[in-house]
């Protein structure tokens, strides 16, 4: 079976914070992508890379930053911790047109406080 | 841009009842269409795709029909069982934006027994 890892499942941390949510995967995937999930808005993309060290914004990228310094790791970064990204974040790798489509981790469910 | 509009929940029906879960899209070009499943405390999985007009995806007993002139892709399921209770995600791949998926909010579906 493909397996996306995160790293944490429940992460609770301060305002002004420097966080990193980690993501592994084991199917030597090209593409990988960070998602932050809320409810009413679904999932939206904040961050996605097609290669090692190669990154590319979503359609939420302020505040974030990722780092993808080998193929089976995807980080993301939250350079100083906000109370408004409390929020699930799922991250997935592979390719949309495959078999299984994505793959997703069993997310991290973050909580600025 | 590209969208996906599904109807907002939670959706409760009793075990055996008829589903039908309704997505449209806007897409320029013809986009493939995804339905997702969340399981509680799960990620993410591919429940079926369709990747053209008049394509019909199904799986586990669900099925979803790629209607162009209607652009919808709305999921279905004949008996629904307490194991179906889930989260749905209507999906389309922007073909414009190399291998990114634009997912709709969520429908969360209750199934009682």
């Known amino acids: 079976d493909v397996k996306v890892t995160q790293s944490s499942r429940y992460l609770v941390k301060r305002t002004g914070e420097k966080v990193f949510l980690e993501c592994v995967q084991d199917m030597d995937h090209e593409n990988m992508f960070w998602y932050r999930q809320d409810p009413g808005l679904g999932l939206r993309l904040i961050y996605f890379s097609y290669d090692v060290k190669m990154k590319e914004k979503g359609d939420i990228p302020e505040g974030y930053s990722v780092s993808r310094e080998k193929k089976e790791r995807f980080s993301l970064i939250l350079e100083s911790a906000s109370t408004n990204q409390t929020s699930m974040y799922l991250c997935a790798s592979g390719q949309i047109d495959s078999r299984y489509g994505y793959t997703f981790g069993s997310g991290t469910r973050l909580t600025v406080v | 841009g590209d969208s996906v509009t599904q109807m907002e929940g939670p959706v409760t029906l009793s075990e055996e009842a008829f589903l039908t879960i309704n997505c449209t899209y806007t897409?320029?070009?013809?986009?493939?269409l995804f339905w997702y499943v969340q399981y509680p405390g799960e990620g993410l999985q591919l429940l079926l795709k369709a990747t053209k007009a008049d394509d019909k995806g199904s799986n586990k007993g669900f099925e979803a029909t790629y209607r162009k002139e209607t652009t919808s892709f709305h999921l279905e399921k004949g008996s629904v069982q307490v194991s179906d209770s889930a989260v749905y995600f209507c999906?389309?791949?922007?073909?414009?934006?190399?291998?990114?998926?634009?997912f709709g909010k969520g429908t969360r579906l209750h199934i009682l027994p």
């Open positions: 897409a320029t070009g013809y986009p493939s």
């Open positions: 999906a389309l791949k922007d073909v414009n934006r190399d291998d990114k998926i634009i």
